[in-house]
DNA sequence: TACTGATGTGTACAAGTGTTCACTGATGTG
DNA sequence: CACATCAGTGAACACTTGTACACATCAGTA
């Protein structure tokens, strides 16, 4: 009779961590959250949270496991929609923009987990950065866009995007969800930034040093 | 009797910004400090806080009132050094880098807030590099470094300069305060994102659109 | 069928929280 | 000097918090 229905295995796992994304989508720090305060958004007893996570910094590690997957799709959309070269900025940008719109609370748990309270959680996001600039690394010498540059440049120049375009998520994340205009700024702006880093990598190896 | 000594006009005002410094320094967010920590930490009695500010996130936009001043004080002293242009990167990004040493908590708490969980911390942040980003650009104006761009090209510049800057706080404050040559890495990769940008500036007119 | 482990529930408790209140001494101004 | 104001104190409040314990229900397996 205490049980109501016979949930799913991982169901409340899963309910848990949709609930502080929600409260993190809500405009809270995910440092600032609370056991008890995440098992009342989920629906849930206090006592059930530690049946699966040990506390709250290892809720927040299982989801930037789950943020790693997010990322993933990205790059795998990215891959099959950028068809022409010439648009491959605009287009990069738009869908990974439409994403952040799409998951905003993941996002946010993202931008506040880079400089966050646990370590770990820390050191995860950051990995996941570095994985995805080497994707892009990879696409870019595979696509032949960039084979003037050594390795080592092309890493740096992939890195320099990947923080750039992770920095216009604190823009899109401070506008209101519905402000298509001010969305459309950022678009913008964040395309033209990776305009000039590109102009910048295909002119570097003519630099002096 | 109560009175121990007659602590001067905002003494504990500065005790208690210290004390909150001081807890992010030590790893803790800024989100996730209560009152009672922060005038425990300050060794002055919980009720003394409602003298200064009228909750954390008020005490929040006093300190990024003060962390303007650090700015301040770091965009004056890179004017003061850089003499030639040749090492006007290396030698601002050294200077940076030492500020966000010395005053390793409040950089911290700068790099929280941008993500953080007060929407007028968040804006007042974003407003100091925005004046950090516009100084810059005046800076370049004066000194003829960037005339063939106009003055939006140069902001846009400028403003992804700052970006990323603000990124390396980041990598700086992860890596322990002691450990020199880790200090080195990133001083000179952000270095060279400066001067990846800053090629990207000098030929950026000559692009198409 | 009986057992075992995973997952759920309710109760309980000590510790910590934000905030209010009434009080006290020092400081500067009329 | 008298007095209002400022900046400190301690005690008290009603809540919330993390965590522990004992128990209930299900799924799968020997």
Known sequence: MAER???KPGETREK???????LVGKGRHFASLGIREVTRQAGVVPTSFYRHFRNMDDLGLQL?????????????EAR????QADKLIDESVGIFISHARNNRSFFMFMAQGLAGESRAVQEGIRSEMRYFASELANDLRRLKLADHLSDA???MTCDLVVRSVAFSLTDILVISPDDEYQ????RK????FLQLIFVGAAHWNSRPE
């Open 5 to 7: 229905k016979r949930p």
């Open 16 to 22: 848990l961590m949709n609930a502080a994304l929600t």
């Open 64 to 76: 930037v496991d789950e943020l790693g997957l997010v990322l993933r799709r990205i790059m795998r």
């Open 80 to 83: 099959a929609n950028v068809l």
């Open 153 to 155: 440049d092309l890493d």
């Open 183 to 186: 969305e459309e700024q950022v």
């Open 189 to 192: 702006r964040t395309a033209r």
